[in-house]
């Protein structure tokens, strides 16, 4: 019987064993520092469809920065209207902190947002933004980050402000409620 068992015990071990890996798509790789700091020639980061994204687009860029590498600098397009975008920035291991600052450029117009994370920390960021959309990442110390842009589409971008808050915090999810006002004798 304990031969038997050896034997199972085995067999199990050399057989093959399906392992399903989620397949990464538009993701910008940038280890060997080659994306550029400048922000006025920044990489182009192309926003595109995911298979199991079921709304929008989006990309992402696992990189290094710090020390030799001062800056990372993306292009993520031109939106002629307010656009919301969500922004999430990570920080992979032991560093300085890491800043993310958003420029949205319309004509003589400039908006800069800040987005800053430490070491092992994460975080989520709604912005509505138009023009000509760079972003760029600095630290001065090494470390490795992870940044994800989604842009969930024109639905998102019709929602009032009030509408928007309530999707973020999950609210407003039952159905609405059609009030009938009748004026006069019912005509």
Known sequence: ??????????????????????KYQNIVRDYRNDAGGDPENPLRLQLKAQKD??????????????????AD??????????????????SLGVGDTITLTVTAK????VEHHKIE??????????LRLRGKLVARITAVEATNY??????????FDALTENEFEDVIR???MEKPHMVRIVRGDGK
Do not use: N
């Open 1 to 22: 019987m304990s031969k038997f068992i050896c034997l199972l015990i085995s067999s199990l071990l050399v057989l093959p064993i399906t392992v399903e890996a989620q």
């Open 53 to 70: 994204l079921k709304s929008g687009r989006m990309a992402a860029v696992w990189g290094s920065i710090g020390g030799d590498d001062e």
């Open 73 to 90: 600098s993306f292009f993520l397009g031109k939106t002629p209207d307010l656009a919301r975008l969500q922004f999430d920035l990570t």
């Open 106 to 109: 319309e004509g003589q117009d």
């Open 117 to 126: 994370v430490t070491s092992g920390d994460s975080q989520k960021v709604w």
């Open 146 to 155: 992870a940044l994800y842009v989604w842009y969930p589409g024109d639905l």
């Open 170 to 172: 999950h609210q407003g």
